[in-house]
């Protein structure tokens, strides 16, 4: 079963995330600070990795960076969270060093899309049911 680690100091947007992922059957762990993220990074096998750039810690730019230098956690596909209010670019994107950024507020298509991306395992046995 694939693993999603979720950094993100905001607990209702780390809540938010949780329940929209669960219900893939995604296991979701949760950091809320970078330190922690990194800590648990080491310890687990993730899949994939949320991390919101405004950590009150370390910058969310920095914990990217500190991953990818990593040569054991490297491999991990990194999707970065950003504010809509802040300026979004492919400049930002390429700095960061991650696979792909999801703006705030969360829209569940697009974060649906971006897994399916990065970890199309988590949705070999998903059933979707149209409204």
């Known amino acids: 079963m694939p693993k999603i680690l979720c950094v993100e100091d905001n607990r209702l947007n780390s809540r938010l995330l949780k329940k929209l992922i669960s219900r893939l059957g995604i296991e979701v762990l949760q950091a809320e600070t970078a330190w922690q993220g990194l800590q648990q990074a080491k310890k687990e096998q993730i899949s994939l990795m949320l991390i919101n750039l ?3 810690d ?10 990818k230098a990593d040569s054991e956690l490297a491999h991990i596909p990194v999707i970065a969270m950003l504010n809509a209010s802040k300026a979004f670019s492919q400049e930002l994107s390429n700095l960061a060093n991650c696979e792909d950024i999801l703006t705030k507020p969360i829209d569940p298509h697009e974060l649906y899309n971006m897994l399916r991306r990065y970890i199309p395992e988590a949705f070999e046995t998903v059933v979707w049911f149209s409204e």
């Not at 370390?58 to 991953?67: A, C, Q, S, V």
Request: charged share 40%; glycine share 8%.
């Open 58 to 67: 370390m910058d969310g730019l920095e914990l990217i960076r500190r991953l």
């Open 54 to 56: 405004d950590l009150p």
